[in-house]
């Protein structure tokens, strides 16, 4: 005896999450965008800070370091090298390379010795790159009000310095050359 109050209904459009593959060509393409974009994301390499580069004799080494800064991390700031042909006083400068830094990220540069002109937001430091040395400059964040961009400083550290921040907390990312 079938009781007329129960009635079962075995649509697809009517069983919850199977409305989505109605069209089963959209859930082809989302499933292989999904994959395509999960499958890159393991293609890219991700250094964590493990220990300090030995420079060579006749290039000098320099980390450029922006720690991180859970409350202003939403910025990423470009980062602009130039380097000066000769004296800094002369003026002339050359774009010697330009990369983006997100929170909690460095990167390592061997640069040829002599004066560099380091660049982001409104801010510029210039430097001399010593031979056989190693150079370490961060990227300081602060903010000025409740309602500001955050301004940008770049500081000379000493290695202690450096280190400190390369591994309090997690670990920061080594950004590889572009």
Not at 96 to 125: A, M, V
Not at 151 to 160: G, T
Request: net charge positive; aromatic share 16%; with cysteine.
């Amino acid at each position: 005896m079938k009781n007329p109050r129960i009635t079962v209904n075995f649509n697809r459009t009517n069983q919850g999450a199977t409305r989505f593959f109605k069209n089963l060509r959209f859930f082809r393409s989302f499933l292989f965008l999904g994959l395509g974009i999960f499958g890159l994301n393991f293609c890219t390499d991700i250094y964590r800070f493990d220990q300090l580069k030995k420079p060579k004799e006749d290039i000098a080494l320099t980390y450029i370091l922006r720690p991180s800064m859970p409350g202003q991390s939403v910025f990423s700031f470009k980062v602009e090298l130039f380097r000066f042909p000769g004296s800094f006083k002369e003026g002339s400068q050359v774009l010697y390379n330009t990369f983006h830094l997100d929170s909690g990220e460095y990167r390592i540069l061997e640069l040829q010795p002599g004066f560099y002109s380091i660049r982001s937001k409104d801010f510029e430091k210039v430097f001399y790159a010593k031979e056989g040395k190693v150079t370490f400059l961060s990227l300081q964040l602060f903010s000025t009000g409740a309602f500001s961009l955050p301004d940008l400083f770049i500081k000379d550290l000493n290695a202690e310095e450096a280190l400190r921040i390369l591994l309090e907390g997690e670990r920061m990312y080594r950004l590889e050359k572009n």
